[in-house]
């Protein structure tokens, strides 16, 4: 057994060797908090910490994936929008380094995650809108099997990724990093997850920032769920960007987690599923700002 903090130390070692060459003069001045992992966090011989470091070789690991995915092929200027998810999946084969990105799917008639799940169905609404797409839970049924006819068009998990990417869609999480996070042990998961993201605050911060106060170009902010809403906000990166002059080309958007249940955990009547779908409320957002919406 290791104390999880040295570890994290040692797994992260000369971790600016893995960020682009774009985004290395942003996190200049930032490091991982190493100190907000508390001393008595532990990690365990047969725990590991993912994703993995850039070019891992790793056959149980999504190719390509590693800590700092998320900034691949985008540079800082490209940012059109960032969707703040809140930790990598609690599997290595699903951990990519994108937020809610499942690496260990292929395509549609995989086992889905409930949060990607749900933002499928709120992408099929976007994309053919059908008020059954979004309707109930159990329309997913409905929905994968149009998706795998091409009606609506949707391309397989990973292209559709690196789409959003190319549209300049910043797919972060808060936490870079995780290692424990079994439910049979739910106390010492939830001591675990949040010490990440408090790791790697300092970073995501610096990123955060330094986009929403470019001298040019609008950013949208889309949070999803508590946790994303509140880290945004203790962060006070609009409180960076009215002192840089630029807030008035920052926009936020709220909304429940994906996976949040309905009252009472009535999955069937899924919160982050209701009203507009996710898409056309984001792209309304950057409309209020004058900025062209994004293709989803």
Same mark, same amino acid.
């Given at each position: ?7 994290? %130390?040692?797994?992260?070692n000369? @971790? ?6 774009a ?6 001045? !930032?490091?991982?908090?190493?100190d907000?992992?508390? #001393?008595?966090l ?10 993995l470091?850039?070019g ?12 700092? %995915?998320?900034?691949d092929?985008?540079g ?39 949060s990607?799940?749900?933002m ?12 059954a ?5 159990? *329309? @997913?049924?409905?929905? %994968?099997?149009? =998706?795998?006819?091409g ?8 292209a ?5 990417? !190319? ?5 972060l999480?808060?936490?870079l ?6 439910? *049979?042990?739910t ?8 010490a ?11 990123i ?5 106060c ?9 949070? @999803? ?9 203790d ?15 920052? =926009?936020? =958007? ?5 996976a !949040? ?5 009535n ?16 792209? #309304?957002?950057l409309?209020?700002?004058? !900025?062209?919406?994004?293709? @989803?």
């Amino acid at each position: 057994m290791t104390e999880l903090r040295t570890a994290l %130390r040692e797994f992260l070692n000369n @971790w600016q060797d893995d960020v682009p060459d774009a985004w290395r003069a942003v996190l200049a001045g !930032a490091a991982p908090n190493f100190d907000a992992v508390a #001393e008595h966090l532990t990690l365990e011989p047969q725990e590991r910490i993912y994703p993995l470091r850039r070019g891992h070789g790793d056959s149980h690991a999504p190719a390509g994936s590693h800590v700092f %995915r998320a900034l691949d092929g985008l540079g800082p200027d490209a940012v059109r929008a960032v969707l703040l998810g809140q930790d990598p999946y609690p599997r290595i084969s699903r951990a990519t380094g994108r937020s809610f990105e499942q690496g260990d799917l292929v395509a549609w008639d995989g086992r889905v995650a409930e949060s990607l799940r749900r933002m499928v169905q709120g992408l099929a609404q976007y994309r053919a809108p059908d008020p059954a797409y979004v309707a109930h839970d159990d *329309a @997913w049924t409905s929905v %994968r099997a149009r =998706v795998l006819a091409g009606n609506p068009a949707i391309e397989a998990p990973g292209a559709l990724f690196d789409r959003w990417q !190319a549209a300049g869609v910043l797919c972060l999480n808060l936490g870079l990093t995780l290692s424990r996070f079994d439910p *049979a042990r739910t106390a010492a998961s939830d001591r675990v997850q949040p010490a990440h993201m408090e790791m790697w605050k300092p970073l995501v911060r610096a990123i955060l920032v330094h986009l929403a106060c470019r001298p040019n170009g609008e950013l949208l902010v889309v949070l @999803w769920g508590d946790k994303a809403r509140k880290a945004f906000e203790d962060m006070d990166v609009e409180r960076e960007a009215e002192s840089a002059g630029s807030r008035a080309r920052l =926009v936020v =958007v709220n909304r429940v987690h994906p996976a !949040a249940d309905g009252p009472r955990g009535n999955r069937g009547a899924s919160p982050f599923l209701r009203l507009d779908d996710p898409f056309t409320q984001a792209n #309304e957002a950057l409309e209020r700002i004058g !900025a062209l919406p994004i293709d @989803w």
